[in-house]
């Protein structure tokens, strides 16, 4: 899982750095709106707001946009808005899963349609893709807060499941409807995480040499520049020369 995580931390880093403002802001303040509109709009009371509230703040969203998404899921708007998930086989069978949040299924699935169409890839089934990931929590923590051994044994103390130290990052994985407890509780040890959220996370992947990589990256990265399309999970790993030729 070493080169799956490494890249993800790569594009962690890369979304921040390149993403156009308004569209990053977009995706969260989306995410923060559902959340609030399923479950209670208080976030001490709803689990998955906290969280999306967190990421939200971790990227920097001011507190007045973060505001206006909780009072839109009250609004008369609230519920054209739905989550929807796809999936893929992308170049060289890599498995795909794009979740969007949308009011208008049809417009987004012909526009992921098309992105994968042109990226080399194809659509799959429902539950097609899905089989090869767990649903899983996800916590990063900066490398300053704590050493490998601190951050494990607080980790394996607070819930975690697995723990990963990478070149950037502290990564702590827990069952899904563990991640807030897990979370909160190791923040009262190590610190404020950067970021905590559920994710896919693929149980075999696939290594790539450099042409197949080329074109796993470009399509994934335009199937995050769709307005609609809030993540993207590939089980794809790129051996850290192919990496470095990246």
Request: glycine letters at 6%; charged letters at 30%.
């Amino acid at each position: 899982m070493a080169g799956h995580s490494k890249w993800a931390n790569i594009q962690h880093r890369k979304g921040r750095q390149d993403a156009a403002r308004s569209k990053l802001f977009s995706k969260l303040s989306r995410e923060v709106t559902v959340a609030a509109m399923i479950g209670d709009p208080d976030p001490d009371k709803n689990p998955r707001l906290r969280l999306a509230i967190k990421e939200a703040k971790s990227n920097s969203v001011p507190k007045d946009v973060i505001e206006r998404a909780i009072s839109k899921a009250a609004g008369p708007d609230a519920d054209s808005l739905e989550e929807v998930r796809y999936e893929a086989y992308g170049p060289a069978g890599v498995a795909i899963i794009v979740e969007a949040m949308t009011d208008n299924r049809n417009r987004t699935a012909s526009a992921v349609r098309t992105i994968v169409g042109k990226g080399g890839g194809k659509m799959a089934e429902s539950g097609a893709v899905s089989y090869l990931f767990e649903r899983k929590g996800e916590i990063l923590f900066p490398l300053e807060l704590a050493d490998a051994a601190e951050i494990f044994e607080a980790a394996i103390d607070a819930g975690a499941e697995d723990i990963e130290t990478t070149d950037e990052h502290h990564i702590i994985f827990t069952e899904d409807a563990e991640l807030a407890a897990v979370s909160s509780a190791l923040e009262e040890i190590v610190g404020e995480a950067q970021s905590a959220k559920i994710i896919w996370r693929p149980t075999t992947t696939a290594g790539l040499g450099i042409d197949d990589a080329r074109k796993v990256v470009k399509l994934i990265e335009s199937l995050e520049n769709e307005d609609d399309v809030q993540s993207v999970t590939a089980n794809f790993e790129i051996p850290d020369e192919v990496l470095a030729e990246l």
